[in-house]
């Protein structure tokens, strides 16, 4: 049987976080009452013009400098023209063949193995409105809040070869875009939209097979299925003698399954051109250096650096998985001075573990990085244990103590007083002759057994190194 | 009081010795009497005029005044004016309320100027006759069964029949020049990107421009004193220092070097309007003016290339008339498809229906190369000519169109005959370059001949200051058409 290879290009719509529109000075805020957010521009009222919003320009710049792509010094806006109820002006302005960002790349990681993928361009366009279907009696309702928003649309080359691979690389430039403050990257709300360009090949083969776009891809769990399934019915039709037509397809999720929207045949004739409401975008050396002075630390920048400190590969891809996380484990360490080790594997257990149970993000915690310093500042210095550190943890996220006022209220503070501990060791000892013989015998279990019931004895609040120490003593007299 | 100048009529108001409410109802009285016999308007409405007219006298009574303040001034109705109904000569906006003020309207309502109405002109600006408008022809006051040119022909109309001291107009091709010389009167249109697009119906976006009527060079300057200036709601406005208009008035033309293209005085033109413009040229050279012969080699491609990019532009910018959110909307339609191709059949004359079509066709797949990349190619070629023209020349010279006023209906049928009457204007267009029209004699038919004057980029000032110097050696410009009496 014949083995096949899959190819997946992305196209990415990622809608810039500006405050207002891309060629007007409507607001771009999400969720209000329909058509309150479009103004004349927007509505393509006759006489009205586009303005190039010098902030969606600047986003676009960051885009290209963070993938180290070519930021073109001059970039053209065309007209998209097509007829639709929710496009204002029968066209949309989207760059086409002269787009700001050229090239770059992103690194992705799959099975432990790192990959580049290529970008083809990233050009800035605006959105479309909203059609309505349902709610009107027979008829659609159209909200124009959302025509005229800016967008990035992010191409990549077909250079990944596996569902897996293009959720990696759709999760790199959605972590990427978040980052770099471009976009919220609110999925939900179609502020990053995936469209995937799939084809299938026999293996080995380097000429490109016939693809298909697939449209509507909201979650990366649909981005996945669909191009699971939508790889699966290629080869099931090519296996079978047939030829793979080339469409577009939309995915339904609640089927689970692709289905043609509209082949080649069937496309519109765009009759792009220049815009002539807009002269060409300048993108000037000033503009350039100021952006770029601008920009933050990137994610690979960090993960290199946290290396250095001595995390793990794991450990440092974790806490450059969100700026926000790499953030808040910089102010953490900073406010320890030090604790590296310490302030990432407690982030990455303890803290996402809570942030997950809660179903937030780092932005929302109710514990920030300087009362977690207050936190782990007496872990470091032993004053209580890491077991005990949880309990103190749950009460600063429930209330608004710090976490000395709490082992204080709750008496956590570990019993470091030796001849105390020595005390209740040796009582422990004298009640259980068993487990000492049988620890004398070579049993080690029945050392961690006398060491939890010290731990009992204590609530926990005897420090388990000090505890081994003096038990292992006593018992080897 | 109507065969005053604008200037005239302001220095009038400004004196007190006419107030803005007896001036403004004067002229509306003209236009309720005469409108029927000339079209010029479509839109006229009393109260809201008078309202400015009283706002302008309290303005002149508090000592505020600025020179257009009170004064009555026609728009075409391409400029979006809030509260009035601006159709652009269409059926698609018929009923269209514009919500919001173009930058020309805000800046003769800053001046303290008062709309007196809005005037008739071709379908969003597409013709040379002022025939395709929804709302009947124009007449040209000098003879009715011709046609005043277009697509301004109501501004030129109405201030020919002095139903307005002065009018706004936009030329895309020609649009204010030729109809002013059909008409007899003084047009102007600016460099590209002087006068502000934000709120004037765009027809051809690179090559519309806005620019003003009035029946003197002196009443030219002082409307562009108040129409030019930056916006920044027009991406192609340009931002410039504020200019007086005026203030080249009466400076001695001696020397002044005037370009005339051989291919301004080729065949085709008429004898009549030839015998016209070179007894103007004469008029020049009498002046101390030099006539130098100058070169416009891909001027007769003018026309092909305008009629590639202009229906280009106009497809895309006319696709918003849709019926989905204002405007007409057809009824009796199945789906959404239908209800597309009913309102814009029905909404639509058929002007503007095949330059659609003309405009979508260039910019098709396959042909966009061959047409639209072409043409715009050549345009700069054309930009290049009339760049090395003015190495050698100030100024240049020739008629404004081909022939005098012709009869209504007579181009009509034949577009193409209709699309060479503005041969001599269209490339001053796609070079963005001012270029004015001035009366400069009449025809055996008793039609006025227009002069055309084109100038180098943002020489305003000085080619208003060539028009004044003609004006001052001949009247030409003060006849008026005869039965424009109440």
Known sequence: ?477 | MHDLTLTQLSAEIAAKRASSVEVVTHFIKRINALNRKYNAYITVDEERSLAQARAADARIAAGAAAPLTGVPIAHKDIFCARGWRTTCGSKMLADFVAPYDAHVIERFNAAGAVIVGKTNMDEFAMGSSSETSHFGPVRNPWNLETVPGGSSGGSAAAVAARLAPAATGTDTGGSIRQPAALAGVSGIKPTYGVVSRYGMIAFASSLDQGGAFARTAEDLALLMNAMAGFDARDSTSLEREPEEYARELGRPLAGLRVGLPAEFFAEGVAPDVARAVEGAVAKFKAMGCEPIEVHLPNMALSVPVYYVLAPAEASSNLARYDGVRYGYRAGGYNDLIDMYKKTRAEGFGAEVKRRILIGTYVLSHGYYDAYYIQAQKVRRLIARDFRDAFTKCDVIMGPTSPTTAFRLGEKAGDPVQMYLSDIFTIAVNLAGLPGMSIPCGFDAKGLPVGLQIIGNYFSEAQMLNVAHHYQQATDWHTRAPSGIDL
């Open chain 1, 1 to 477: 049987m014949m083995k096949w290879e899959t190819v997946i290009g992305l196209e990415v719509h990622a809608q810039l976080n500006t405050r207002s529109k891309i060629f007007s000075g409507a607001s771009t805020a999400f969720g209000a009452a329909p058509n309150t957010q479009a103004c004349a521009v927007d509505i393509a009222l006759p006489g009205v013009l586009p303005v190039l919003n010098r902030e969606a320009v600047a986003k676009a710049i960051r885009f290209g400098l963070a993938i180290v792509g070519r930021i073109n010094r001059r970039s053209i806006f065309a007209r998209k023209n097509y007829f639709y109820p929710d496009l204002p002006k029968g066209y949309q302005i989207s760059q086409y063949e002269m787009p700001i960002v050229q090239g770059g790349t992103i690194g992705i990681f799959v099975d432990g193995k790192e990959k580049t993928i290529r970008l083809t361009r990233a050009h800035l366009e605006e959105d479309a409105g909203k059609s309505l279907h349902e709610d009107f009696r027979g008829m659609s309702g159209i909200d124009l809040n959302r025509a005229g928003t800016p967008l990035l649309e992010i191409v990549s080359e077909p250079d990944m070869r596996s569902a897996a691979e293009a959720v990696a690389y759709a999760k790199a430039l959605h972590a990427l875009v978040r980052w770099i403050d471009i976009c919220d990257g609110n999925m939900q709300e179609g502020s990053f939209r995936c469209d995937a360009n799939v084809s299938v090949r026999p293996a080995g083969s380097d000429r490109l097979g016939t693809r298909c776009e697939i449209k509507n891809l909201n979650s990366f769990r649909f981005l996945e299925r669909a191009i699971e399934y939508e790889a699966k019915r290629q080869i099931v039709v090519l296996e079978e003698g047939g030829t793979i037509v080339q469409e577009t397809r939309l995915y339904d999720s609640d089927k689970d399954e692709t289905r043609s929207m509209r082949t080649k045949e069937e496309a519109h004739d765009y009759r792009y051109f220049p815009d002539p409401d807009l002269l060409p975008l300048v993108v000037n050396p000033d503009m350039l250096e100021r952006i770029r002075s601008e920009m933050p630390e990137l994610p690979e920048q960090k993960r290199n650096r946290y290396l250095g400190y001595g995390l793990t590969a794991n450990e440092a891809d974790g806490l450059t998985q969100s700026r926000e996380m790499a953030e808040f484990y910089e102010g953490l360490v900073q406010a320890l001075g030090g604790g590296y080790k310490l302030a990432a594997s407690w982030l990455l257990g303890e803290f996402t573990a809570a942030l997950n149970r809660a179903g937030i993000d780092v932005s929302e915690s109710p514990v920030g990085s300087e009362r977690a310093a207050g936190l782990l500042r007496r872990v470091a210095d032993n004053t209580i244990s890491r077991r005990s550190a949880g309990e103190v943890f749950d009460a600063m996220w429930n209330g608004k103590m710090e976490a000395d006022a709490i082992i204080e209220n709750r008496g956590l503070k570990q019993i470091s007083d030796s001849g105390e501990l020595e005390r209740i060791c040796d009582e422990i000892i004298g009640a259980n002759p068993k487990q000492v013989a049988d620890y004398r015998a070579g049993k080690e279990k029945a050392f961690n057994s006398l060491v939890g019931q010290v731990m009992k004895a204590t609530r926990g609040k005897a420090n388990p190194q000090q505890v081994n120490e003096i038990l292992r003593r006593r018992l080897a007299q």
